[in-house]
């Protein structure tokens, strides 16, 4: 499975920006799907996980309430809306797959990750 992740860019604090992530080479819908961001000078770290129907989710505690992550099988795409955008929410943004969510949760073993895009805020 080939991931390409877009949408990212320049954004004042209290914007909002939507990534978009679209799958190739595989059968998305097999596929629980997560974004993850690294930093400058931080460990990339879990953002947000959907299970294959959608009817899952699940958020790290800095982003609950502002950003919502989404899916469209039909389209091989997942969403990251990002609103009330933060000056820490700077950073590459990164979609990844995998048949467990809860690896994408854990960040352990995940199957295939895409290249990043990046979200910079400023205050």
């Known amino acids: 499975v080939q991931l390409q992740a877009s949408g990212g860019g320049p954004v004042q604090a209290g914007g909002s920006l939507r990534l978009s992530c679209a799958a190739s080479?595989?059968?998305?819908?097999?596929?629980?799907m997560g974004w993850f961001r690294q930093a400058p000078g931080k460990e990339r770290e879990f953002v947000a996980a959907i299970s294959v129907s959608g009817g899952t989710t699940s958020y790290t505690d800095s982003v609950k309430g502002r950003f919502t992550i989404s899916r469209d099988n039909a389209k091989n795409t997942v969403y990251l809306q990002m609103n009330s955008l933060k000056p820490e929410d700077t950073a590459v943004y990164y979609c990844?797959?995998?048949?467990?969510?809860?690896?994408?949760?854990?960040?352990?073993?995940?199957?295939?990750w895409g290249k990043g895009t990046l979200v910079t805020v400023s205050s």
């Open positions: 080479g595989g059968t998305f819908s097999s596929y629980g």
């Open positions: 990844a797959a995998d048949q467990i969510i809860g690896s994408i949760i854990a960040m352990r073993g995940i199957d295939f």
